[in-house]
């Protein structure tokens, strides 16, 4: 849990922890409770390294090209 907050801190997780720090002291300076919320989630994004990183926040794409490709046989059926 250590090395997950000492390590891997890039361009968005920072942006992330300051957004969050300004919104949690403007909340507190305004005992505003939604902007506080939010400020404690963008935190909290930001120390556990949770959320979207530079892939989106879409399913990872399986990049294996393969090209077996099964031949599917038709038969045709007559009506009388």
């Given at each position: 849990?250590?090395?997950?907050?000492?390590?891997?801190?890039?361009?968005?997780?920072?942006?992330?922890?300051?957004?969050?720090?300004?919104?949690l002291?403007?909340?507190?300076?305004?005992?505003?409770?939604?902007?506080?919320?939010?400020?404690?989630?963008?935190?909290?994004?930001?120390?556990?390294?949770?959320?979207?990183?530079?892939?989106?926040?879409?399913?990872?794409?399986?990049?294996?090209?393969?090209?077996?490709?099964?031949?599917?046989?038709?038969?045709?059926?007559h009506?009388?």
């Amino acid at each position: 849990m250590l090395a997950n907050l000492t390590q891997n801190w890039g361009f968005m997780r920072i942006i992330r922890l300051l957004v969050g720090g300004y919104a949690l002291f403007e909340a507190i300076r305004s005992s505003d409770v939604l902007i506080g919320i939010m400020g404690t989630v963008l935190i909290g994004m930001a120390l556990f390294n949770m959320g979207c990183g530079p892939q989106g926040c879409g399913v990872p794409r399986n990049e294996s090209k393969s090209t077996n490709s099964d031949e599917i046989e038709y038969e045709e059926i007559h009506s009388k």
